[in-house]
């Protein structure tokens, strides 16, 4: 079974991918094009990769997302020239548009309908690959975890290019709300955690299941919440986590138990903080 409708493979140009994988995929990777982003924009992608590659230009991707199907081009058994790092370890997706996007316009129609081609997709490299479905971060890239991440988690882990995308605004709350409709039972489960007992647990705005087994699902000071959580000591060491600012409710949610914890601990070996935790966090503990 597929989730996703496929077009026509893309016979890419052969200068511009490499050899046949000898390693796993253990990857799903997320780029842009950093090109238009209309109807037509995929299949003109994909025309782009049938040219040879002129000069550094050499960009090819196993598929590209369009509104209404995923286009196929370098087979997943051969190295495609996506991202300096993770291109023999992994299966690359591209969206048709910008890294630069907002949040807004990634929700746009078009982004949309393509965010829904690639949860299928994912849902398709889960079954036939083996790759979880959960977001790792950059870090996880770099000992060798399995799972999704973005062009910009490879630049970081493997510091071969200075790519940024998917970008800030890319709404990967939304890509994994558009997995869950499609197969329900893939969503993670929602223990219930009584705030009283549970005083080093703390909420967190990922909006997606992280790889660690210490992170879980739960519903937090009467509000059901799609937060991960963790111990309060185990935090301290993933303070390097980008994350997108916690909202006004999730805020108020904090409140509890940040009247017994005291600071922040989203802290990175004593130096400046770095995590838009922490904001919060102090947000939230001001108001105390």
């Known amino acids: 079974m597929t989730y996703a409708k496929y077009g026509p493979r893309?016979?890419?140009?052969?200068?511009?991918?490499?050899?046949?994988?000898?390693?796993?995929?253990?990857?799903?990777?997320?780029?842009?094009?950093?090109?238009?982003?209309?109807?037509?924009?995929?299949e003109a992608l994909s025309r782009f990769m049938e040219t040879p590659r002129s000069g550094t230009n050499l960009a090819s991707y196993n598929v590209v997302f369009d509104t209404d199907q995923v286009i196929p081009a370098v087979p997943y058994d051969v190295v495609p020239y996506a991202a300096g790092g993770g291109n023999a370890i992994g299966v690359h997706g591209c969206f048709p548009g910008r890294a630069g996007q907002t949040r807004e316009q990634w929700l746009d129609d078009i982004s949309f309908d393509m965010i829904g081609q690639a949860?299928?997709?994912?849902l398709d490299v889960h079954e036939e690959l083996g790759i979880p479905l959960v977001r790792i971060t950059w870090q996880q890239v770099q000992n060798g975890a399995t799972g999704i991440c973005d062009h910009f988690d490879i630049s970081r882990a493997f510091k071969k290019s200075n790519h940024t995308d998917v970008g800030a605004g890319f709404p990967w709350d939304v890509l994994f709300d558009e997995i869950y409709e499609i197969k329900p039972d893939e969503k993670p489960t929602t223990p219930t955690i009584d705030p009283k007992k549970d005083k080093d647990m703390i909420a967190?705005?990922?909006g997606v299941p992280m790889q660690d087994s210490?992170?879980?699902?739960?519903?937090?000071?009467?509000?059901?919440l799609t937060h991960v959580v963790s111990p309060a000591d185990q935090l301290q060491e993933r303070a390097k986590i980008e994350v997108t600012p916690i909202k006004e409710p999730e805020l108020q949610a904090l409140l509890k138990t940040v009247q017994t914890v005291g600071p922040s601990p989203f802290y990175e070996g004593g130096q400046a903080p770095n995590s838009a935790l922490h904001v919060a966090w102090e947000q939230a503990r001001g108001r105390t």
């Open 10 to 42: 893309t016979n890419v140009h052969p200068t511009r991918h490499g050899v046949h994988k000898t390693t796993r995929n253990a990857l799903a990777v997320l780029h842009t094009s950093e090109g238009g982003e209309l109807t037509s924009s995929a």
């Open 119 to 122: 949860a299928r997709w994912l």
């Open 204 to 206: 967190l705005d990922l």
């Open 214 to 224: 210490w992170w879980t699902r739960m519903t937090y000071c009467g509000d059901t």
